[in-house]
């Protein structure tokens, strides 16, 4: 850790790094942020997550001039902890809450931020990853999940879509993986992308899919058409997202407000129905 210490008294002042030190004795990760820059830094008590975090710093390296990620200005990784060392951004993310749903953006916004996501695929890794992405096995899992919670027409009719539904997507690409508002933020209307842990191979419109069905309450789908792209293939990874996010609500009753829940699967249940009349 004192290798670790050592990069971090390059950028922060004593009293951030003794935070992120108790932080980091509860949590696998912990970051701090000044007025120039942003840390992370993670330590190896879990294999995968640390060799996500390990991913994250090689792509930084690896696209340092690429506008719409994070720029990288220090990193280390040795066998019990990581850290990188990135330019803030001085910009907010689209939202602070994951199940926010409504960006407030124009259309005209939305649109520019949706032809950004699609230049994802042009992004440069210089590692290996994963090609296991299963649409039917997705499906399976989050149909069954989710059925307590669907109306009888609704599985139905998912039912009788099931071959269309479960059919191998048609190209893979480099994927972030988790393009919800959070991770998307805009500076001097420059937008970038944050928190690659998750990045992956997955369905070419994956990504879009993921931004547009978190960009707005009700028909996040409705700018489809101003965009030169395959909507059957939206349309198939949004109904088996909308499936992933009920049977990921549901594991919350008796954790936090039953109430909001509720909300949440409805909404989700409502967008589900709007875009399984469009089949």
């Known amino acids: 850790m004192n290798e670790i210490i050592s990069i971090l008294k390059k950028y922060f002042n004593e009293e951030d790094i003794i935070t992120l030190n108790k932080n980091l004795d509860k949590k696998q990760r912990s970051i701090i942020i000044n007025e120039k820059y942003f840390a992370k830094v993670g330590k190896n008590t879990d294999e995968l997550f640390f060799n996500n975090l390990v991913r994250e710093i090689k792509l930084y390296k690896n696209n340092n001039n690429n506008i719409i990620l994070p720029r990288i200005l220090d990193s280390l990784v040795t066998n019990e902890y990581c850290v990188m060392i990135l330019e803030k951004i001085n910009g907010k993310t689209l939202s602070n809450q994951r199940n926010n749903y409504n960006s407030h953006l124009s259309n005209i916004k939305r649109i520019e931020i949706a032809k950004n996501v699609l230049n994802i695929r042009n992004i440069k890794i210089n590692y290996k990853l994963e090609k296991n992405y ?19 027409i609704t599985y139905n009719k998912i039912v009788s879509l099931y071959n269309i539904l479960s059919l191998e997507p048609s190209n893979i690409v480099i994927a972030h993986g988790d393009l919800i508002l959070t991770n998307i933020m805009i500076d001097k209307n420059t937008i970038k992308f944050i928190d690659w842990e998750y990045i992956s191979y997955k369905p070419e419109f994956y990504d879009l899919t993921c931004f547009l069905m978190f960009s707005r309450v009700h028909h996040s789908l409705d700018i489809l058409d101003k965009l030169n792209i395959d909507k059957k293939e939206v349309y198939i990874d949004s109904v088996i997202l909308c499936l992933k996010e009920i049977q990921n609500l549901s594991k919350l009753y008796g954790k936090i407000d039953n109430n909001i829940i509720n909300k949440n699967i409805e909404r989700w249940k409502k967008e589900l129905n709007y875009i399984l009349k469009e089949f």
């Open 134 to 152: 299963n649409r039917k096995e997705k499906l399976d899992k989050y149909l069954e999940k989710s059925k307590p919670y669907l109306s009888k």
